[in-house]
Each structure stands twice: as C-alpha cells, then as structure tokens.
C-alpha cells in the first residue's frame, strides 16, 4: 500500500494544527519568539557590536532571551497551578503546554549558554 505525498501532507498539517490548538493562541507566538532566538543566538567567540544587525544579534536579543525563558518557566508554573481546577482531558492538554515549554525552554537554554559563559569568562 502506497501512500501518497498528499495524504501525508494532509495528515501531518492535522497533527500540528491539532497541536496549535490544545497550545493555545498566546503561547504560540511566545514558542515563536523562543525558537527564532534559539535560531540567531550568537556563538561565544563573537564580539559586541553596536550598529547593523550585530546590534540586534550581541545586544538586543542577549537581553530577550531570559525574559522569553523566564515567560515560558512561569507559563510551566501557571498551568501546573490550574490544572487541579480541570476535567482530564483539560490537565492531559496542560501537561501538553507544560512539556512543550519545558523542553523549549531546556533548548533555549543550551543555545544561550556558550554566548552567556563567554560573557562570565
């Protein structure tokens, strides 16, 4: 049995649209945010620069990346909080959130962490 391109396709735009949804409308873009500084975190070798994208890069998101950490440790925090108010299937979908943000969170931690031991050095 072969399986076309098209269903799987299909099938594999469910699976994530369903996994959007039980995330919730605010915490997708923070996840968003986490991933991109995960994508442009800088090495520990490179230096500051204050003008151009560099800024962005060595100074601006260096100062993003804890508070988008912090955000997603204190989401984990909340829906643990709440989630004794819930039916079931309501605390399966916030131990969802909370293993998603934690597992986000340890990525964002490794990514940052040559840039932030450079800086301790």
Do not use: K
């Given at each position: ?105 340890l990525l964002l931690v490794l990514s940052w962490l040559p840039f932030f031991l450079s800086i301790i050095r």
């Amino acid at each position: 049995m072969t399986v076309s391109v098209y269903s799987l396709a299909r099938t594999t735009s469910r699976i994530v649209c369903r996994f959007l949804a039980q995330l919730g409308p605010l915490r997708i873009p923070l996840l968003v945010l986490a991933l991109l500084a995960m994508a442009l975190a800088p090495g520990g070798d490179r230096p500051t620069e204050y003008e151009g994208f560099g800024l962005f890069l060595t100074v601006i998101l260096p100062t993003l990346a804890p508070l988008l950490l912090t955000g997603l440790l204190l989401d984990s925090l909340m829906c643990r909080v709440v989630m004794g108010d819930h039916d079931p299937a309501g605390q399966a979908r916030l131990r969802l959130v909370i293993r998603t943000n934690l597992f986000v969170a340890l990525l964002l931690v490794l990514s940052w962490l040559p840039f932030f031991l450079s800086i301790i050095r």
